[in-house]
């Protein structure tokens, strides 16, 4: 089963599913476009190529084609996320060397994915079912980046809890959204150099997770 199969009539045929696919791939490109759901099931027909018909026979309307897509871009960046992470070598690199790895990882893979991920995350603000897989996604996230860090020990031999390495992922994750203007308008992220938000990201955690500390 794939995610957002729930939403949708199966295809039959190898041409339906492919009708499909051309149709959720508009929709991104249309929420990327604009930033919002502003259009219409016309306008992804036409970017698609396919029928309104076609797409009705496979969902019950936009709102469930956005949630498809949703549910599919998910899917992918999750893939990419394990991935992301996980090419932290382990064992080898000390808490402090991981920490800029794991933040240059999360800008990178939040920059690469900004466009899509910012109309679906105003999306989920008043879609419930958008919101929750969000979440899920967020939180998998989140678990990926403590994971890089977890056991990992300073210079004096000292490892952190996880409660710390969750409070420094959230603070990464809400500076860089913040920057990339996810969960806000367009006009309201920051305009600093990424390159050096992640800089001074990395000192900062690393200030915060090489000192001891072991709470907020």
């Not at 599913?17 to 929709?27: H, V």
């Not at 469930?64 to 996320?81: F, K, N, P, Q, S």
């Not at 969960?183 to 390159?195: H, I, Q």
Request: with cysteine; charged share 25%.
């Amino acid at each position: 089963m794939q995610p957002g199969d729930d939403l949708v009539r199966a295809p039959k045929q190898a041409r339906s599913q492919q009708s499909l696919d051309r149709a959720l791939d508009a929709t991104l490109t249309l929420l990327a476009e604009r930033g919002s759901a502003a259009f219409t099931l016309k306008d992804v027909a036409r970017h698609a190529g396919v029928s309104t018909g076609s797409i009705y026979g496979r969902v019950a309307g936009k709102d469930d084609l956005i949630r498809v897509a949703h549910a599919r871009e998910m899917e992918r960046i999750g893939l990419e996320t394990a991935a992301a992470f996980s090419r932290i070598p382990d064992g080898v690199v000390g808490l402090e060397d991981a920490v800029r790895l794991a933040v240059q990882a999360l800008a990178e893979l939040l920059q690469r994915n900004a466009q899509v991920l910012a109309p679906f995350m105003l999306l989920g603000r008043d879609d419930p079912v958008i919101s929750e897989r969000g979440t899920t996604a967020h939180l998998r996230m989140q678990d990926a980046f403590i994971a890089s860090l977890q056991g990992r020990t300073d210079a004096q031999g000292r490892a952190r809890s996880e409660d710390a390495l969750r409070w420094a992922c959230t603070v990464v994750w809400s500076v860089l959204a913040r920057q990339l203007g996810l969960g806000n308008d367009r006009e309201a992220a920051a305009d600093y150099d990424l390159d050096e938000v992640v800089a001074r990201l990395t000192s900062m955690l690393a200030a915060y997770l090489v000192d001891g500390s072991d709470g907020p």
